[in-house]
């Protein structure tokens, strides 16, 4: 039986804005986008690591505007369509009307897990604009199959072209990735998308299981380079999807070209599997908290291990950065603890 083409995503210019501190040149942007371009990625997503809207004091600010870093990419490809996300309550549709002037082609929505709803109006939005319309359930470990299949009819109501399932927190395994991919694909009119990070060490892997249940739609980012200890690294899925025997829309030799002489240079540490991101993974904690969670146990003199741990206790997602510190306070003595009602 053939396998179906696998479609590489590439996310480095927007995920990996979080490990620069969100300071890519537009300079930066047009190289990365050069070079993906060139080994044949048909997406390519960029602007602030939280999404369009998000060069902000909670969130870091960014180095240029969402729509400059979209016009430097669209400026240097030829064939691929450039992407933002879109979360609801952080982007506008004021600011993705700025993106589309600018020249995005596509769009990628992202919702909680349990907030699929969040997402109808920018999708339907966006389809009537004639944008490609990708959508991201996040925190997607955070639900079993069948409860996630029920957010994703509603995405797949509104007329999304493809629904991710996305690991933020690289907290899923093979077996429990197969399975949300599988509901997925046997129950969606959309296409499957998925993102991994790899905390856990398994974001490659749990990629390849991805497909195997009938994700056609894999996200990566060269060098791993994304939050946490990074995603699902785009030349190394070239090399495994094609040595597992899938044909993908990306060529390998220049995946590596790009990932080595312009990647790298750019990157201020190697995307590593330290305790921090380790404990994300486990705790099942937002890829995003990474640095956060870090720089609160060197204020705090908290171990960041269990800073991350209450953290998932207590289920805090994507948003709630400010309860990273207030764990810490707590744990440090410094503010009576916060008891749920």
Known sequence: MSTPLIHIVDTSLRDGSNTVGHQFTTEQVAAVSAGLDRAGVRTIEVAHGDGIGGSSLQFGRAAATDPEYVAAAVAAVKDA?????????????????????????????AVHCTEA??????????????????????????????????QAKLLDSYGAD????????????????????????????????????????????????????????????LRGLGAGAGNAQTEVLAAAFGRA?????????????????????IMRR???IDETAVMIGYAGVYSTFFHFAKRASEKYNVPVAQIIMELGRRGVIGGQEDMIIDVAAEMAGQLEPVVAS
């Not at 933002?84 to 082609?105: F, S």
């Not at 109808?120 to 299949?149: C, N, Y």
């Not at 493809?162 to 959309?190: M, W």
């Open 81 to 109: 369509s450039i992407a933002v996300l879109y979360v609801p309550g952080i982007a506008t549709l004021g600011d993705l009307q700025g993106c589309i002037d600018a020249g995005i082609t596509t769009v990628r929505v």
């Open 117 to 150: 709803d969040c997402g109808q109006q920018p999708v339907i939005w966006a389809k009537e604009k004639g944008l490609t319309v990708m959508t991201f359930l996040m925190m997607s470990h955070m639900l079993p199959p069948d409860r996630l299949l029920e």
């Open 162 to 221: 493809v629904i991710y399932v996305v690991d933020s927190a690289g907290a899923l395994v093979p077996n429990s990735t197969s399975e949300r991919v599988d509901a997925f694909a046997q129950n969606l009119r959309a296409k499957v998308g998925f993102h991994a990070h790899n905390n856990l060490g398994l974001g490659v892997g749990n990629a390849l299981a991805a497909a195997e249940a009938g994700a056609t739609y894999i996200d990566g980012s």
């Open 245 to 265: 025997g899938y044909e993908i829309d990306a060529e390998l030799f220049a995946l590596l070209d790009t990932a080595e002489n312009v990647v790298a240079p």
């Open 270 to 272: 190697p995307q590593v």
